[in-house]
């Protein structure tokens, strides 16, 4: 095998390993709604989560896979140098995984893959690389990193805000309801879990698969950016095998650490989270489903008690959040200069 072709095999084994580290981390969240309401077990609800993350990209398109795969430009350089770059970049964002999983926290794959990818690019040829989109903005479009940026950043208020709309709504039509109706929203959680992992699909699992088919674009495998149906069914598979294996460290902290769940507070979490995902994904914008998911379960928690919410474990996720992006991106620049050190 030539060195091109060892560094695309690597490349595409730790992009994989990043989708399996995502799976600790953001498919982990669509979980922890389910088992922390007792809508289902944890086995129904990881084959449910599975089924549908598989379903989301093959159905809704690769609109955030080509956002993913278009923020970085390295075009211009050899195509082994390009491949190292983008491996390192990768590997990086899965070393902040497991860091952080470590720590149990739910923190952002996205702004990990982000953050390490910019560091990795930025190191090894300068910022001048990096897609900023800046341009692009000041005529009114959004694209590159500062498409990226504002869709994690709007993301969490509109989780939170739509959290708490959605709440106050249900309980003002549930208001009169016997309490046998907690059963009926067991049921209901079947339908919008569902459709939460569907739209995280669509979202979240696309990321790997950009950074695969940008791989095969600079080795020169593919003649354009087209996400071939081989690494979609693979990126999803790595990510849901993830979420079996390792993200029961974060359902706990989710579903038991930042409010208490019944089954009205799990349907209105997926409810939201759902929508703010999907609505993403149809815009092309990728965000992080663990913002979506806690910060809806905290406006469904502060609409109804927000004294009984447990802000403190809210701020330490916001931290983990805050330091993503920097500890991401320089993991990122870390394995770059060693990687460059070491090969030249």
Same mark, same amino acid.
Not at 5 to 22: E, Q, R
Not at 74 to 79: E, K, N, S, T, V
Not at 243 to 254: A, D, N, P
């Given at each position: 095998?030539?060195?091109?072709? &060892?560094?695309?095999?690597?490349?595409?084994?730790?992009?994989?390993?990043?989708?399996?580290?995502?799976?600790?981390?953001?498919?982990?969240?669509?979980?922890?709604?389910?088992?922390?309401?007792?809508?289902?077990?944890?086995?129904?609800?990881?084959?449910?989560?599975?089924?549908?993350?598989?379903?989301?990209?093959?159905?809704?398109?690769?609109?955030?896979?080509?956002?993913?795969?278009?923020?970085?430009?390295?075009?211009?350089?050899?195509?082994?140098?390009?491949?190292?770059?983008?491996?390192?970049?990768?590997?990086?964002?899965?070393?902040?995984?497991?860091?952080?999983?470590?720590?149990?926290?739910?923190?952002?794959?996205? %702004?990990? #893959?982000?953050?390490?990818?910019?560091?990795?690019?930025?190191? @090894?040829?300068?910022?001048?690389?990096?897609?900023?989109?800046?341009?692009?903005?000041? %005529?009114?479009?959004?694209?590159?990193?500062?498409?990226?940026?504002?869709?994690?950043?709007?993301?969490?208020?509109? *989780?939170?805000?739509?959290?708490?709309?959605?709440? $106050?709504?249900?309980?003002?039509?549930?208001?009169?309801?016997?309490?046998?109706?907690?059963?009926?929203? $067991?049921?209901?959680?079947?339908?919008?879990?569902?459709?939460?992992?569907?739209? %995280?699909?669509?979202?979240?699992?696309?990321?790997?698969?950009?950074?695969?088919?940008?791989?095969? #674009?600079?080795?020169?495998?593919?003649?354009?950016?087209?996400?071939?149906?081989?690494?979609?069914?693979?990126?999803? =598979?790595?990510?849901?095998?993830?979420?079996?294996?390792? *993200?029961?460290?974060?359902?706990?902290?989710?579903?038991?650490?930042?409010?208490?769940?019944?089954?009205?507070?799990?349907?209105?979490?997926?409810?939201?989270? =759902?929508?703010?995902?999907?609505?993403? @994904?149809?815009?092309?914008?990728?965000?992080?489903?663990? /913002?979506?998911?806690?910060?809806? &379960?905290?406006? &469904?928690?502060?609409?109804?008690?927000?004294?009984?919410? /447990?802000?403190?474990?809210? $701020?330490?996720?916001?931290?983990?959040?805050?330091?993503?992006?920097?500890?991401?991106? #320089?993991?990122?620049?870390?394995?770059?200069?060693?990687?460059?050190?070491?090969?030249?």
């Amino acid at each position: 095998m030539t060195t091109l072709a &060892i560094l695309l095999v690597a490349g595409i084994a730790v992009v994989l390993a990043f989708d399996f580290t995502n799976g600790f981390n953001d498919a982990a969240n669509m979980v922890a709604t389910l088992v922390a309401s007792r809508a289902m077990t944890p086995l129904q609800a990881v084959i449910l989560v599975g089924l549908f993350t598989f379903a989301g990209p093959i159905v809704a398109g690769t609109a955030v896979a080509d956002t993913i795969g278009g923020f970085v430009d390295l075009g211009g350089l050899p195509r082994s140098l390009g491949v190292l770059v983008v491996v390192c970049g990768v590997l990086g964002a899965v070393v902040w995984n497991v860091i952080i999983w470590w720590w149990a926290m739910p923190s952002s794959s996205t %702004h990990a #893959l982000v953050g390490s990818l910019v560091g990795a690019v930025w190191v @090894s040829t300068g910022a001048g690389a990096v897609n900023w989109g800046m341009d692009a903005l000041a %005529h009114g479009q959004m694209m590159g990193v500062t498409k990226v940026l504002l869709s994690l950043l709007l993301s969490p208020p509109a *989780g939170f805000l739509i959290g708490w709309l959605v709440h $106050r709504l249900m309980r003002f039509l549930l208001r009169a309801a016997h309490p046998s109706v907690n059963r009926r929203l $067991r049921q209901g959680q079947w339908l919008t879990a569902a459709a939460l992992a569907f739209s %995280h699909g669509a979202n979240d699992a696309q990321k790997g698969m950009g950074i695969i088919t940008l791989l095969l #674009l600079l080795a020169g495998v593919l003649p354009a950016f087209r996400v071939p149906v081989w690494v979609i069914a693979l990126s999803a =598979s790595c990510m849901t095998l993830g979420t079996v294996l390792g *993200g029961w460290r974060i359902v706990r902290t989710v579903g038991f650490g930042i409010y208490k769940l019944r089954p009205i507070h799990g349907l209105d979490a997926q409810m939201t989270s =759902s929508a703010v995902v999907f609505g993403a @994904s149809l815009f092309g914008g990728p965000v992080s489903t663990t /913002h979506v998911v806690n910060s809806s &379960i905290m406006g &469904i928690g502060a609409s109804e008690h927000v004294r009984q919410v /447990h802000w403190l474990k809210a $701020r330490e996720i916001v931290l983990t959040w805050v330091i993503t992006l920097p500890g991401a991106a #320089l993991a990122g620049a870390s394995v770059c200069w060693l990687a460059l050190t070491v090969t030249h």
